[in-house]
């Protein structure tokens, strides 16, 4: 089917940088939104960052003026570059698309695995 496979994460002190990446493979016709999210421990899962097809991109407004999404359609790849990283920014981030399989199919929504950011204060 579809694997999205996430990388990037790890630890850093506040105030640093992380970039992550998380690339798409498998039965993929097309995707057409793809996203950020993240669960620190206790909470719920929260969007941080999304982006359409055509680049229009979205903010959670606790990470807005720190955070950048981007996508690679041709290798169906979609990037968060997180930058003045805080210790609450501290979750597991996950990836997610919206993935068709063929022209007439359903759009499925398919997440990654997940990697830990932790920042240090």
């Known amino acids: 089917q579809v694997q999205l496979v996430e990388s990037g994460g790890g630890l850093v002190q506040a105030g640093g940088s992380l970039r992550l990446s998380c690339a798409a493979s498998?039965?993929?016709?097309?995707?057409?939104?793809m996203g950020w999210y993240r669960q620190a421990p206790g909470k719920q899962r929260e969007l941080v960052a999304a982006i359409t097809r055509g680049g229009n991109a979205n903010y959670a407004d606790s990470m807005k003026g720190r955070i950048a999404i981007s996508r690679d359609n041709a290798k169906n790849t979609v990037y968060l570059q997180m930058n003045s990283l805080k210790p609450e920014d501290t979750a597991v981030y996950y990836c997610?698309?919206?993935?068709?399989?063929?022209?007439?199919?359903?759009?499925?929504?398919?997440w990654g695995q997940g990697t830990q950011v932790t920042v240090s204060s």
């Open positions: 997610n698309a919206h993935i068709l399989h063929g022209f007439y199919s359903r759009e499925a929504d398919y």
């Open positions: 498998g039965s993929i016709f097309r995707i057409n939104a």
